[in-house]
């Protein structure tokens, strides 16, 4: 009887460790990411512009098309990122990487607008 108790005891012990807290359509790690840097693009896009009701309703549309692209919902990625957020340490490695991106990206942009206008270099 006391390996019966010990074994469902155990089992509870196993249970309750499990992540069931992650949402049923959590976004993969690593497409989360990508998904993180094109937002991050958009907004520092939208950050340039003159704020309007035309610009904030293009905004939308944006992120609305990064959603489609990526065949996710607005509701998933939220979901997601709320997930991810209740491990900052995991977080912060996600945005290290999203940071990597977003300069790979910058060096590629300013290499060919180099290349296109050398009178640029010094």
């Known amino acids: 009887m006391k390996v019966f108790h010990l074994l469902i005891l155990c ?3 196993f249970t309750a ?3 069931n807290n ?3 359509d959590l976004i993969e790690e690593q497409k989360m990411i990508n998904i993180m840097s094109e937002l991050h693009i958009i907004d520092g896009y939208m950050s340039s512009l003159t704020y309007t009701d035309s610009i904030r309703i293009n905004g939308k549309n944006f992120y609305n098309t990064v ?3 990526n065949g996710i ?11 991810y957020s209740m491990d900052p340490v995991k977080l912060d490695s996600m945005y290290s990487d999203v940071q990597k991106i977003l300069t790979a990206k910058e060096k590629k942009l300013n ?6 206008n050398p009178e ?3």
């Open 17 to 19: 460790c499990t992540d």
């Open 22 to 24: 992650s949402p049923k």
């Open 67 to 69: 959603y489609k692209n």
């Open 111 to 116: 290499k060919n607008s180099l290349k296109k």
């Open 11 to 13: 089992l509870l012990f």
């Open 73 to 83: 919902t607005k509701s998933q990625y939220e979901n997601s990122l709320k997930h």
């Open 120 to 122: 640029l270099i010094q």
